[in-house]
């Protein structure tokens, strides 16, 4: 079984950075591929990122050039940081864990979720 707590959400303005973490418990984090999604009011959770057991990445097109996954294994913490925040990024953010070994996507995906986070950014 695997935990995952984030944290780091909160508002922000237009054009603000933030960082989101992730803390990863129950099994080493260099099992397990890591991503991030988010639900925005009124819509579906969608894919933000991710990063392979391997360090491979992906992003939606969304937030493409302006969000960055990392991962810590040794400190078993996962990134996300976010710069030139828009008010459309306004959503609860999830962090998510994956026991595939190709780069998961969908929700259906991840094995593992944790709370969410919200981040609002305000205008």
């Known amino acids: 079984q695997v935990q995952l707590i984030e944290s780091g959400g909160k508002l922000v303005r237009v054009g603000d950075s933030l960082t989101l973490s992730c803390k990863v418990s129950?099994?080493?984090?260099?099992?397990?591929?890591m991503g991030w999604l988010r639900q925005a009011p009124g819509k579906e959770r969608e894919f933000v990122a991710h990063?392979?057991?391997?360090?491979?990445?992906l992003y939606s097109d969304a937030v493409r050039g302006r969000f960055t996954i990392s991962r810590n294994n040794a400190k078993n913490l996962v990134y996300l940081d976010m710069d030139s925040l828009q008010p459309e990024d306004t959503a609860i953010y999830y962090c998510?864990?994956?026991?595939?070994?190709?780069?998961?996507?969908?929700?259906?995906?991840?094995?593992?979720w944790g709370q969410g986070t919200q981040v609002t950014v305000s205008s």
């Open positions: 998510a864990a994956a026991s595939t070994t190709y780069g998961p996507k969908r929700n259906d995906d991840f094995d593992w």
């Open positions: 129950g099994r080493p984090l260099s099992s397990v591929a």
């Open positions: 990063v392979t057991t391997y360090g491979g990445k």
